[in-house]
């Protein structure tokens, strides 16, 4: 079983900064097997449907962005703390959403929510005008 725990979340101003943190646990945690794994952080605003967000191979460190996150965001992890971050700056009202880390067995990044196998709880994220 895998566990994922977000945390970071919370109220902002248009143009400030905001980390997202994603714990992995369980079998998810094991050194063995967390190298055959990508993460990823999708979103959720109100009314609208789950989109992807960032990306991450945990083994290569390869990502993949949306167009919308591009210079904005920046996806990471650290191996050893089994945790992948998302780092966004410039955040914009339009990013006012429900936060999701997420993770998929095999080390290759995939933008669609349903290729991933774990989800969190979530985490808001509010950004004011």
């Known amino acids: 079983q895998v566990q994922l725990v977000e945390s970071g979340g919370g109220l902002v101003q248009a143009g400030g900064s905001m980390r997202l943190s994603c714990v992995a646990s369980?079998?998810?945690?094991?050194?063995?097997?967390?190298?055959?794994?990508?993460m990823a952080w999708f979103r959720q605003a109100p009314g609208k449907e789950r989109e992807f967000v960032a990306t991450?191979?945990?083994?290569?460190?390869?990502?993949r962005y949306a167009d919308s996150a591009k210079g904005r965001f920046t996806i990471s992890r650290d191996t050893a703390k089994n945790t992948a971050y998302l780092q966004m700056n410039s955040l914009k009202p339009e990013d006012t959403a429900v936060y999701y880390c997420a993770l998929r067995w095999g080390d290759i990044t995939n933008t669609q929510s349903q290729r991933y196998d774990y989800w969190g709880q979530g985490t808001q994220v509010t950004v004011s005008s």
């Open positions: 991450i191979s945990w083994s290569a460190g390869t990502t």
């Open positions: 369980g079998r998810a945690g094991s050194g063995r097997t967390s190298s055959n794994a990508a």
